[in-house]
């Protein structure tokens, strides 16, 4: 039993067919447990009354729109080396969704910060690098669009994947550089043991993990229409061969 | 490769728009620039060095599909790829013709146009150091760019959205250092930072253009 298993399509598919569903219903009841927690039963904070709350949609699909790239990333690097179609699927699959998430991540803190900060946009570097890694992720998909060959776009892709992950953690510090930010530092990390009151960790580490298993069942039903697509223009191909 | 250098160097001056071309259309958005937001000298002067950074930049992006595109076309890169130049190297000459025939050039005019745009004339030198050692970088990372989207029939407006993302550390640390120096602070570090994409973009990205050339050539 090795983790290679899955580069066959057809055990991808046979094990994804089982655990796809299970895996959105516990993402979806861990969504709505942390959103209705954290929207309705926590306490307004100091200075910030009810706007605390977007912090349960903003937050982890920041976190997803950076660990997304991460994800494609390794998936460029398994395709590259090892050749597993099922791996560049999957990094195509991921691209969209983590667009989104960068999006939302946008998104929500210019709702937020319109009330706080007084202003929707501000260019700062947490801002400015979010919206460059948008624009990469555009890119990314705009690439893998117009290559007609498949096995030429995921190559290439996966080539612009490694060169973009470089300039876009180039640009991270580069815009750091370039103007203070406004933006709060890192309120979570591992190695303190309490970052925020618990009131408000709990439903937001629910929420957390509602979004990350949202995003790999997101990811794993794209790339099983990603493979059941290839399927059909290989039988298509079949037909107009015979 | 020295050769090689000077055959794209000879074919970008025959089929003119080389040097000229770039030049014209920096020399263009600069004029137009004024025009778009009033002539006054202080709000110019205060600007200058970023117009003039994203002039050079676009001017760059102008000339880059044609580093590989009518290479491809008449089918002198599959010579070129089965020569016995190792692809890298091609890859790292092309990007060097590109940069002698606009980014050279767009350096060496940057000053005259900085005039027009009421730049401080102490931070001239900084302007032009900066210039001449970020866009090196500007025309290697265009010319993987161009590499990437060398097989692509509608490559030109792809290829923007590619490389622009890709251009903005240099632009950053650019401008930075050309504003710093209008302002008469010191700007070593930005010209350190500069320096230091352009000589890592030199060692690796002929690497990567090369790996991408070979995946289109397939």
Same mark, same amino acid.
């Given at each position: 039993?090795?983790?290679?298993?899955?580069?066959?399509?057809?055990?991808?598919?046979?094990?994804?067919?089982?655990?796809?569903?299970?895996?959105?219903?516990?993402?979806?009841?861990?969504?709505?447990?942390?959103?209705?927690?954290?929207?309705?039963?926590?306490?307004?904070?100091?200075?910030?009354?009810?706007?605390?709350?977007?912090?349960?949609? +903003?937050?982890? &699909? *920041?976190?997803? $729109?950076?660990? /997304?790239?991460?994800?494609?990333? #390794?998936?460029? !690097? =398994?395709? %590259?080396?090892?050749? +597993?179609?099922? &791996? *560049?699927?999957? $990094?195509?699959? /991921?691209?969209?969704?983590?667009? #989104?998430?960068? !999006? =939302?991540? %946008?998104?929500?803190?210019?709702?937020?910060?319109?009330?706080?900060?007084?202003?929707?946009?501000?260019?700062?570097?947490?801002?400015?690098?979010?919206?460059?890694?948008?624009?990469?992720?555009?890119?990314?998909?705009?690439?893998?669009?117009?290559?007609?060959?498949?096995?030429?776009?995921?190559?290439?892709?996966?080539?612009?994947?490694?060169?973009?992950?470089?300039?876009?953690?180039?640009?991270?510090?580069?815009?750091?550089?370039?103007?203070?930010?406004?933006?709060?530092?890192?309120?979570?990390?591992?190695?303190?043991?309490?970052?925020?009151?618990?009131?408000?960790?709990?439903?937001?580490?629910?929420?957390?993990?509602?979004?990350?298993?949202?995003?790999?069942?997101?990811?794993?039903?794209?790339?099983?229409?990603?493979?059941?697509?290839?399927?059909?223009?290989?039988?298509?191909?079949?037909?107009?061969?015979? | 490769?020295?050769?090689?250098?000077?055959?794209?160097?000879?074919?970008?001056?025959?089929?003119?728009?080389?040097?000229?071309?770039?030049?014209?259309?920096?020399?263009?958005?600069?004029?137009?620039?004024?025009?778009?937001?009033?002539?006054?000298?202080?709000?110019?002067?205060?600007?200058?060095?970023?117009?003039?950074?994203?002039?050079?930049?676009?001017?760059?992006?102008?000339?880059?599909?044609?580093?590989?595109?009518?290479?491809?076309?008449?089918?002198?890169?599959?010579?070129?790829?089965?020569?016995?130049?190792?692809?890298?190297?091609?890859?790292?000459?092309?990007?060097?013709?590109?940069?002698?025939?606009?980014?050279?050039?767009?350096?060496?005019?940057?000053?005259?146009?900085?005039?027009?745009?009421?730049?401080?004339?102490?931070?001239?030198?900084?302007?032009?150091?900066?210039?001449?050692?970020?866009?090196?970088?500007?025309?290697?990372?265009?010319?993987?760019?161009?590499?990437?989207?060398?097989?692509?029939?509608?490559?030109?407006?792809?290829?923007?959205?590619?490389?622009?993302?890709?251009?903005?550390?240099?632009?950053?640390?650019?401008?930075?250092?050309?504003?710093?120096?209008?302002?008469?602070?010191?700007?070593?570090?930005?010209?350190?930072?500069?320096?230091?994409?352009?000589?890592?973009?030199?060692?690796?990205?002929?690497?990567?253009?090369?790996?991408?050339?070979?995946?289109?050539?397939?």
């Amino acid at each position: 039993m090795s983790l290679w298993e899955y580069a066959n399509p057809r055990k991808f598919m046979a094990t994804t067919d089982r655990i796809v569903a299970p895996l959105a219903g516990v993402a979806a009841l861990c969504l709505a447990v942390g959103l209705v927690w954290g929207v309705a039963f926590v306490p307004e904070a100091e200075n910030f009354r009810d706007s605390v709350k977007i912090i349960y949609l +903003h937050v982890p &699909s *920041a976190m997803m $729109a950076i660990n /997304a790239w991460a994800m494609m990333l #390794v998936a460029s !690097l =398994i395709w %590259l080396v090892r050749r +597993h179609h099922v &791996s *560049a699927l999957a $990094a195509k699959a /991921a691209a969209p969704v983590g667009a #989104v998430m960068t !999006l =939302i991540a %946008l998104w929500t803190g210019a709702i937020w910060g319109q009330p706080m900060w007084g202003t929707w946009w501000e260019w700062d570097p947490r801002l400015t690098s979010f919206l460059i890694l948008f624009l990469f992720y555009l890119g990314y998909m705009a690439l893998w669009s117009s290559v007609e060959n498949p096995d030429t776009a995921a190559d290439l892709t996966s080539v612009l994947c490694l060169v973009g992950s470089v300039f876009a953690l180039l640009s991270r510090y580069a815009v750091n550089f370039w103007n203070q930010g406004l933006h709060q530092g890192a309120s979570l990390s591992l190695d303190r043991d309490e970052n925020v009151a618990d009131v408000y960790w709990v439903p937001l580490m629910v929420c957390i993990v509602g979004f990350v298993l949202l995003f790999v069942a997101l990811v794993l039903i794209r790339t099983r229409t990603e493979i059941r697509l290839r399927r059909v223009s290989a039988l298509e191909l079949k037909e107009r061969m015979a | 490769m020295i050769r090689l250098l000077v055959r794209d160097l000879k074919l970008a001056v025959r089929a003119g728009g080389g040097f000229g071309l770039a030049l014209a259309f920096f020399l263009i958005v600069t004029v137009l620039v004024p025009f778009g937001v009033g002539p006054a000298s202080e709000l110019l002067g205060t600007i200058a060095p970023g117009i003039l950074w994203i002039g050079a930049l676009l001017a760059c992006l102008l000339s880059l599909d044609r580093i590989f595109a009518t290479d491809h076309e008449d089918g002198s890169l599959e010579l070129l790829a089965t020569a016995p130049l190792p692809l890298e190297a091609l890859v790292a000459v092309k990007a060097a013709a590109h940069w002698l025939t606009t980014g050279l050039p767009l350096t060496l005019a940057a000053p005259a146009l900085g005039v027009l745009l009421d730049f401080p004339a102490p931070a001239y030198g900084t302007l032009f150091l900066g210039l001449l050692l970020g866009t090196p970088a500007l025309s290697m990372i265009g010319a993987f760019g161009a590499a990437l989207t060398v097989g692509l029939k509608r490559g030109g407006l792809l290829l923007s959205l590619l490389v622009l993302p890709l251009y903005m550390p240099t632009l950053i640390f650019g401008a930075e250092a050309a504003g710093r120096a209008a302002d008469g602070q010191g700007a070593s570090t930005p010209l350190l930072l500069v320096t230091l994409i352009t000589l890592g973009s030199l060692a690796l990205l002929p690497f990567a253009g090369a790996a991408a050339l070979r995946i289109n050539l397939r």
